[in-house]
């Protein structure tokens, strides 16, 4: 039975409060779903809670890299960045739709950070820690080969170029996906469900009460081992552990900016230097264009995080003093995200200097907390913590997840993607629907695509007369409710199908058709049918516009 089916969630939720688990998760960002997914796969029985959607914390609000972070390189982290660099290429084989190869062009300007030695020896550096070969290696350019690759870039200062390979994702797709899987191999994972209280025996953390957000109902889960992976959220259980002493978080927020792709019509990725010193991303995708970000101190509430009028000046006058054409202004900002990197405090570091390194505390009564990391380093940290947990419980288990296939990713190579996408393209343009379509279908859900254009298909032998490009976004609503646990619009629109970051036009006209979908096939009243569309226009607001 799959217990991802939105309809099973009381069956899922029973499971949680009738069994014992050996282990307990809490909180369902990347590394909580990676955790899941190596204990599952070793053979532990495993549970998850998450309090709001699956990676509705920083997992869905990073700049969607899976990369090797060369400003670490800058920052002496070589095992850092030795081990993130690596990671991108087994991340990448595991999900190749999902983890793309993006090249990444480093202009080198007047007054930039660096010249073009330190950056040709750099970016030689960071192939190297990472193990990348052939044409991926970086190639250093002249000021007319870059002008070349990006043409919006300013002769007047510009002075060459670096240009070196990259991967970029969608990370609440990769977080669900490594949560389907994990479920797959028997995790009972539960988003929509708060640990509310931490529950002891004889002091050893023994479970949690859970909150099902949904209904109210509280219930307790049982495990022997108890892991916080809370993101940002990691200090607030440890201080309800009475266990948060020594090293604590220092919480960055950090934004990106969403526009037209017509009003930053980029050919290409760009990481580039802005006149603070700090460094910037440009990444073009389908419609859009998105840009961040910004590293700054944050003490505000951990829940949405909101971008700032400040925020918003200053990636937009980053962005209009790189590309001299492009006169960006705020009403050019169709959508944004804010996001908090829960980072381990160091006395005196500015927030660009704080490490990105992971870290696990143990605390007396046995609660496992780890902080710190990023996105890109997920499988590496799960694996830290899982054979912490199999030492213990004297398990021989060894970490399978390098060859593991995230689910949805199953393909015999990475170039079987391109032909798939146009398999896809053509079986779609006969309905009138256009690449685009193909091409986002198969980034969002990989080899499950069919089972969309299956469910497109059965939808439109009823419903007929409808239109194709509403019948889609039906059947892959209707691919949510069967596989990915969704209960709110916000869920559908924002992380299964990122609509609400890179094509929030869409959602003006979707939203209405979806959410009454939604009311029949979950069954809500009147009232929480009216609570979704407040609460999905209030979030519109707030992606939208800044104070
Ligand atoms: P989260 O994703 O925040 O997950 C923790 C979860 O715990 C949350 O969903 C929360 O709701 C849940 N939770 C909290 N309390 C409870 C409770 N009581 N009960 C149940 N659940 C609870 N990394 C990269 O590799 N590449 C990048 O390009 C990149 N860019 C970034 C850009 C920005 C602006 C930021 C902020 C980070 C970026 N990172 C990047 C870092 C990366 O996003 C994070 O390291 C990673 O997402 C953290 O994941 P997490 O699971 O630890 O935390």
Redesign the pocket.
């Known amino acids: 039975m799959n217990l991802l089916a939105s309809k099973n969630r009381q069956i899922l939720l029973d499971k949680l409060a009738q069994e014992k688990f050996d282990l307990l998760l809490?909180?369902?960002?990347?590394?909580?779903?990676g955790i899941a997914l190596d204990a599952a796969s070793r053979g532990l029985k495993v549970a998850l809670?998450?309090?709001?959607d699956?990676?509705?914390?920083?997992?869905?609000?990073?700049?969607?890299?899976?990369?090797g972070g060369l400003r670490y390189l800058k920052q002496g982290e070589l095992k850092l960045v030795k081990e993130?660099g690596s990671e991108r290429a087994i991340v990448h084989k595991n999900a190749p739709h999902l983890v793309i190869p993006e090249k990444m062009l480093l202009p080198l300007i007047d007054r930039g950070n660096y010249g073009k030695l330190a950056t040709s020896f750099g970016l030689w550096v960071y192939d190297v820690l990472a193990g990348v070969k052939g044409d991926d290696r970086r190639k250093m350019l002249t000021k007319a080969k870059t002008l070349e690759k990006e043409p919006l870039l300013n002769p007047e200062t510009l002075k060459g170029g670096g240009f070196y390979a990259e991967y970029r994702t969608d990370?609440a797709r990769l977080?669900l996906e490594v949560i389907k899987t994990a479920s797959n191999y028997g995790a009972v994972c539960a988003n929509h469900?708060?640990?509310?209280q931490l529950l002891y025996n004889d002091e050893r953390v023994t479970g949690i009460t859970a909150k099902d957000q949904l209904t109210n109902r509280t219930f307790s889960i049982q495990a022997d081992y108890v892991v916080n992976?809370?993101?940002?959220?990691v200090d607030?259980?440890r201080k309800e552990d009475n266990s948060l002493k020594g090293k604590r978080l220092h919480l960055?927020?950090?934004?990106?900016l969403v526009v037209n792709r017509q009003k930053l019509p980029l050919q290409q990725s760009l990481y580039f230097d802005v006149p603070d010193g700090r460094m910037i991303f440009a990444i073009p995708r389908g419609k859009i264009t998105y840009i961040?970000?910004t590293d700054t101190n944050y003490q505000g509430t951990l829940e949405e995080p909101v971008t700032t009028l400040e925020d918003a000046q200053y990636l937009l006058s980053s962005i209009n003093e790189t590309f001299p054409s492009i006169n960006l202004t705020l009403d050019d900002i169709e959508s944004s995200w804010a996001?908090?990197?829960?980072l381990i405090h160091q006395d005196g570091k500015s927030p660009s200097e704080l490490s990105?390194k992971d870290e696990i505390f143990e605390s007396v009564s046995g609660l496992l907390s780890?902080?710190g990391?990023?996105?890109?380093?997920?499988r590496k940290m799960a694996q830290r913590i899982v054979d912490l947990i199999t030492d213990k419980m004297n398990r021989k288990e060894k970490c399978q997840t390098k060859t593991i296939a995230i689910n949805g990713g199953d393909f015999a190579s990475a170039q079987k993607v391109n032909e798939y996408i146009q398999q896809v393209s053509q079986q779609l343009q006969t309905e009138g629907l256009d690449a685009y379509v193909a091409e986002y279908l198969v980034s969002t859900y990989g080899t499950q695509t069919q089972a969309v254009i299956a469910l497109y298909n059965q939808l439109k032998a009823v419903q007929g007369n409808e239109k194709p490009s509403l019948l889609i976004v039906l059947a892959e609503l209707h691919f949510c409710l069967k596989n990915e646990a969704i209960f709110t619009l916000d869920d559908f629109f924002n992380r299964r199908t990122g609509r609400l970051y890179f094509d929030i036009q869409s959602v003006k006209e979707l939203a209405e058709p979806i959410a009454q979908e939604m009311q029949i096939q979950l069954g809500w009243t009147e009232a929480i049918l009216q609570q979704n569309r407040i609460n999905l226009q209030q979030l519109m607001d707030t992606l939208e516009t800044f104070a």
């Open positions: 809490i909180g369902g960002g990347i590394t909580g779903a809670v998450e309090k709001q699956f990676a509705q914390g920083t997992s869905s609000r990073s700049t969607k890299l899976i990369h993130v990370d977080t469900c708060e640990s509310v992976a809370t993101g940002p959220w607030t259980i960055t927020k950090g934004v990106h961040g970000t996001g908090l990197r829960p990105r780890i902080a990391g990023k996105l890109t380093g997920y």
